[in-house]
């Protein structure tokens, strides 16, 4: 029966859901998003509905985001959204039959509370065996750290609404935090930069698209100037902007200052030994944030230590997951349930 039972890793982000299936791999990676009518049915979920968000009258249908930072904020539409997305992973209707073992990572500050509600919503939406990681620890397994190894690796996790920081040794976390700064930080600290400075009214995907595009959160990183097109404030006129990138780099450093702060603090909760191994080795960035144009360069100054980006950082976690159900055997399974 073990044996038959598929291995499937999920990582339910606040901006995106990805799903990868044993032997297959990466099968689903869509926005956790989800659009609901007004009588609580579900109208669409996944990308199909965020295509259709601003396009259809807001009295009739709202667009609900049902993971908050990193933990499930709305339960009913969390458990609808996963178990669509888990049927959409398994097509063949005779495994779909025998629940399959799922491993999901979870922030570093999530309650006893918030780990519960994220396994009662994985078992709703047709889940066997549920394991649960930190995040960080599935990020560094998924950057291809050697996890096992004594010595101390740093691994940050840069999502969409949380940035998690741990130290990671043994097959275990040293040390850890988490932070609320995520990419929807960056990009609300876009859209007031805009309001403040010129009095335009940006919409998320704009201030996104200006985030990972176009600006940078060190000097020097992006020089070309861009054009913005939005209305003006009193909501009469289109307008537009050229901008310069280094005039966002102080409003944007501002934002990423916490992240420093978070290291500092785990470093300081780690011991000197470890902390010696990180000097060396440098500090991993991993999640889609990771991605913004000089964060790099930013953490490395304002921490002392080497920064290196993970290749496909967003995929981390969730190839993380992956890597490590598909390590254990039944028997190991077994164990870790009974724990
Ligand atoms: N090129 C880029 N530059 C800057 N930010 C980027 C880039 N690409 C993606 N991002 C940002 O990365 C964030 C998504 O990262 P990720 O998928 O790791 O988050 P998540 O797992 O959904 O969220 P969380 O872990 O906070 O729950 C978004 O805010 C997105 O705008
Ligand atoms: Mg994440």
């Given amino acids: 029966m073990g044996t038959l039972r598929q291995n499937i890793a999920v990582d339910l982000g606040s901006s995106g859901i990805r799903i990868c299936v044993e032997k297959k791999g990466l099968v689903i990676d869509e926005p956790s998003v989800v659009a609901v009518k007004r009588s609580g049915e579900v109208n669409a979920i996944g990308s199909m509905a965020r295509n259709i968000e601003g396009k259809t009258d807001e009295d009739d249908i709202t667009m609900v985001r049902p993971v908050k930072k990193g933990t499930i904020s709305d339960y009913t539409v969390a458990v609808n959204m996963i178990g669509y997305f888990l049927d959409e992973a398994i097509k063949n209707p005779v495994r779909r039959l025998i629940k399959p073992d799922v491993i999901t990572a979870v922030h570093c500050d999530t309650t006893n509370v918030g780990r519960r509600a994220t396994e009662r919503a994985l078992r709703e939406a047709g889940a066997g065996r549920i394991f649960l990681i930190e995040a960080p620890l599935a990020a560094a397994i998924g950057s291809n750290l050697d996890v096992s190894a004594p010595n101390g690796k740093l691994v940050v996790c840069l999502g969409a609404e949380i940035t998690d920081i741990a130290v990671v040794s043994y097959d275990d976390i040293v040390s850890a935090t988490s932070v609320n700064v995520g990419g929807r930080t960056f990009d609300e600290a876009v859209k007031t930069y805009f309001r403040r400075e010129y009095k335009m009214v940006l919409g998320d995907r704009t201030a996104e698209k200006i985030k990972n595009e176009f600006v940078c959160v060190y000097r020097d990183v992006r ?3 861009f054009d913005v097109s939005a209305f003006e404030l009193s909501g009469r006129l289109p307008t537009d902007r050229q901008i310069q990138p280094e005039d966002m780099i102080k409003p944007l450093s501002d934002v990423a200052m ?3 702060e978070g290291i500092s603090k785990v470093l300081e909760n780690t011991p000197p030994e470890l ?13 889609g944030l990771s991605k913004l144009a000089g964060l790099d360069i930013f953490i490395s100054k304002g921490t002392g230590i080497d920064t290196v980006i993970a290749e496909k950082p967003e995929y981390c976690v969730v190839n993380g997951c992956m890597k490590l ?4 055997s039944n028997e190991r399974k077994n164990e870790i349930m009974n724990n």
């Fill in 275 to 287: 902390v010696s191994d990180i000097h060396q080795r440098g500090i991993m960035l991993t999640g």
């Fill in 223 to 225: 020089v070309q100037p």
């Fill in 325 to 328: 159900l598909n390590s254990w």
């Fill in 258 to 260: 916490p992240i420093i």
